[in-house]
């Protein structure tokens, strides 16, 4: 997945992300997600002066259990 960073940082963006998955963790109607899981956040790898490379795990109850997603958020803001 990609995100491109037009306004603040990377770092505002992930953080963003992670509380919105917080927030489907405590008011999620579909039964097949467990958006509750610690792993689903995104997870800094590596960044450098543009880009910020992360990683999440998707935690589904059918058919494909778990999936390693990989984010990058690419900086246009310089």
Known sequence: MFGYVQSHTCSHWITKVNEFLTELSTSNIDTTIDWS??????????????????????????????????????????
Not at 47 to 52: A, G, I, L, R
Not at 71 to 78: K, R, V
Request: without cysteine; charged residues 20%; glycine residues 0%.
């Open 37 to 78: 899981n610690p792993s689903e956040n995104l997870v800094s790898i590596s960044n450098s002066t543009y880009v910020e490379k992360l990683s999440s795990k998707t935690l589904r109850n059918k058919p494909l259990k778990e999936m390693q997603l990989w984010h990058y958020f690419l900086d246009l803001t310089s």
